[in-house]
């Protein structure tokens, strides 16, 4: 049996990683995008929230700290609003080093044969679009400011092998690391490095609502059956190797895809994802995978959470 702390066990956070960096985050209130703000503060670095949930943007502001942290209101489907985020950074503390395109959606759910075709272009909208116009616009200030940047964006597992009826998140997460390799290419020469991370399963709140079960433990359980290691990934995680590629310890890396997924995309172990059939709205019935007859209950683009 594995050692007990493993399962609590956190990556450290380097003290002085990002001394006086300045990065922008977005969906950075909860889950994934909250692990990344937290990291980046405690490394030493300057961060603007940018949030559709700008209150809870705000509260964790607050918590860190107005020396460390701003919120604003931040919906990623508008190109201004991101814009705005940026000049934010640029006009509170002084200048843009780090873009995190954070903020995602599950969006539209369901079979090929029934995809909604509003909620598959809002779940693009967000997940896709969004990231473009982040890199867009960090780029244009970090090729002005003429130092060293870092793009990170967050595609997925998702965005590496296909499933069932999360069509549309898998075009976007795809989509994701092919903008992210063609703007690394762009970039390149002005030494603004574009990488993303890919996440396999996390229990975040974008999620949670999606596995079966009651509570935190109930869900850290399902994640940690799921996984080749036995433990649960934690937000955490994630935010310890975007960490690495905002920082100089990554200068080397530019256009490439970190997997945070305790090997599971590997096939270690067998295991299945906790997306697996008996988790998720997807069932094995009758030797055939589809989407549950009661899928429908579960949110689509139109009121799914914004946050990875």
Known sequence: ??????????????????????????????????????????????????????????????????????????????????????????????????????????????????IDAAEF?????????????????????MKAQGTHGSIVNMSSVCGLRGGFGFLAYEASKWGIRGLSEGAACELAASHIRVNCVAPGSIPTPMIGHLVAGDGEADLLKTFAEGSPTGVALRPENVASQVLYLASDLSLGVTGHTVLVDNGWLTG?????????????????????MGVHKDAGQFPGAKDAEYHT
Request: hydrophobic share 50%; aromatic share 4%; glycine share 12%.
């Open 1 to 114: 049996m594995a050692d007990a702390s493993l399962l609590t066990r956190l990556p450290p956070v380097p003290a002085g990683l990002l001394q006086d960096k300045i990065a922008v985050v977005t969906g950075g209130s909860q889950g994934i995008g909250a692990a990344i703000v937290d990291a980046f503060v405690r490394a030493g670095a300057r961060v603007v929230i940018a949030d559709i949930q700008y209150e809870k943007a705000q509260k964790l502001a607050a918590k860190l700290g107005a020396a460390s942290a701003v919120a604003i209101e931040c919906d990623v489907r508008e190109e201004d609003h991101i814009a705005k985020a940026i000049e934010t950074a640029v006009s509170t503390f002084g200048g843009l080093d780090i873009m995190v395109n954070n903020a995602g959606i599950v969006g539209a759910l369901g079979s090929v044969t029934q």
């Open 268 to 288: 270690i172990g067998g295991k299945p994802s906790p997306f697996a059939a008996l988790n998720m709205p997807m069932l094995n019935e009758g030797g055939k």
């Open 121 to 141: 272009d809002a779940t693009l909208q967000v997940n896709l679009r969004g990231v473009m116009f982040g890199i867009k616009h960090a780029a244009r200030v």
